[in-house]
């Protein structure tokens, strides 16, 4: 079984500009979870969804956004890019929102590098 | 607000002793704590998850303990190896299943 999908792994967009990684969560999860995970620090919450509606937000600002396809693939967008947004974004999948005994499971991520 | 610690940022021991990483928080009350193992450029790994009403898991060379009056979690791996070198994440969930808040990781190197 494949598991967590995340596209692209690397890239480099310039400050101002706007970013969209995608997430392709494990064949039978429903709920998606972002990430974002600053070198040295462990991953800070952005957004879960479940069945195609935002379930929790993070302390982040406007300029993140997500949605969830009928699929359960996931789309993380980040608008006017800053310096400060560069890091290593991680997308989560479990079955449910109650399934966490299994705890979650995390893709490789996406590196994103703001020039 | 909430804050969540693990003990130093580096631990090194010799192979085949045990490693004892330990996370601590203040202003919460977690229903769920969880341990992740990273490796450098890949996403953490799920290892463990101990409730609130547990005071110890086992599984495998892995020993996690709950202390909820402490507000501490140890991480234990017995006969370690220089496989298990690693960055070790403690999350927290506060039973909403919203979110989990993550520490910042202690890496751990296991020297042969």
């Known amino acids: 079984d494949a598991g967590v999908t995340q596209s692209p792994t690397h890239l480099i967009k310039t400050r101002g500009q706007h970013v969209t990684l995608r997430c392709s969560p494990i064949?039978?999860?429903?709920?998606v979870s972002w990430y974002q995970q600053v070198l040295g620090q462990g991953p800070q919450f952005i957004f879960q969804y479940y069945e195609k509606e935002e379930r929790g937000r993070g302390n982040f600002p406007d300029r993140f956004s997500a949605r969830q396809f009928p699929n359960y693939s996931s789309e993380l967008n980040v608008n006017a890019l800053l310096l400060g947004d560069s890091a290593l974004y991680l997308c989560?999948?479990?079955?449910?929102?109650?399934?966490?005994?299994?705890?979650?499971?995390f893709g490789s991520g996406t590196r994103l590098t703001v020039v | 607000s909430q804050k969540i610690e693990q003990n130093s940022e580096a631990l090194n021991i010799q192979e085949g002793k045990t490693a004892t990483l330990t996370c601590n928080y203040t202003n919460y009350s977690p229903a769920y704590l969880q341990w992740y193992r990273q490796d450098p450029g890949r996403g953490p790994v799920f290892l463990l998850l101990?409730?609130?009403?547990?005071k110890e898991k086992r599984k495998e060379r892995l020993k996690v303990t709950f202390d909820t009056t402490l507000k501490q979690s140890l991480f234990h791996i017995t006969a370690s190896q220089p496989a298990d070198s690693a960055t070790y994440l403690c999350?927290?969930?506060?039973?909403?299943?919203?979110?989990?808040?993550f520490g910042s990781g202690t890496q751990l190197t296991v020297l042969p």
């Open positions: 064949s039978g999860h429903k709920s």
């Open positions: 999350a927290l969930d506060g039973g909403s299943a919203r979110q989990l808040t």
């Open positions: 101990i409730r609130e009403n547990e």
């Open positions: 989560a999948s479990s079955l449910d929102l109650g399934r966490r005994l299994l705890g979650y499971t």
